[in-house]
């Protein structure tokens, strides 16, 4: 059995105390704080990272350049057509897409029998993407991730390739992905309590 105990307390009591800078500095997504509790509360796991999912308006100078790239408008939260056209409203150069990621965490296991039983239970609450991300005997860590997505072009250098009949279809889609993987979130912190140690 792959077992790290004597490296494991260490990182763990580390990364609660970043989490907790990170929580009164108001840089963790509301919503998924109850989860996180949950998660570190058991005696075999804690979490290094977290988002409870987004809808964004970005620019970017190209597709995939994440380094350059600026949010002109991000949210945790369904989203309204008037919020998302004011935040088209402000693109000047680059291309501008409208985007969805699911929820991403990450969680550090004590053994790899803990990290399967996480992997199992949040693939079967709907996060198919979750993955062992990382296996050493420094780090294991499961990545727990959902399929819903959407990367959607809508203009480049100030020109706007769609009307608002479309976006307004979009932004449908967008929430209606949204309250999905909002409940699989919430399922999941219901679930890990009861399933894990």
């Known amino acids: 059995m792959f077992l790290y105990t004597e490296n494991f307390d260490g990182q763990k009591a580390r990364a609660m105390a970043g989490l907790r800078k990170a929580l009164s500095e108001k840089k963790v997504d509301e919503d998924v704080i109850p989860l996180l509790e949950r998660i570190n509360s058991l ?23 994440k380094v350059n790239s600026v949010w002109l408008g991000k949210w945790h939260r369904e989203v309204s057509v008037d919020e998302v056209l004011e935040a088209i409203g402000k693109h000047r150069k680059g291309q501008l897409w409208f985007l969805v990621r699911s929820p991403i965490l990450h969680v550090a296991a004590r053994s790899v029998e803990d990290a399967v039983g996480l992997l199992n239970l949040a693939v079967g609450l709907g996060f198919k993407y979750s993955n062992i991300k990382s296996v050493s005997h420094r780090k294991l860590l499961v990545e727990i991730r959902s399929t819903e997505r959407m990367d959607v072009p809508l203009g480049e250098d100030g020109e706007l390739w769609v009307d608002g009949e479309y976006i307004e279809r979009i932004v449908g889609i967008a929430n209606a992905q949204l309250r999905r993987f909002k409940g699989k979130l919430k399922r999941l912190e219901d679930e890990v309590g009861a399933k894990l140690k």
Not at 43 to 65: A, I, K, L
Request: aromatic share 18%; proline share 4%.
């Open 43 to 65: 005696d075999n796991y804690f979490t290094t990272s977290s988002c409870s999912g987004r809808v964004s308006v970005m620019e970017m100078p190209y597709f995939g350049d």
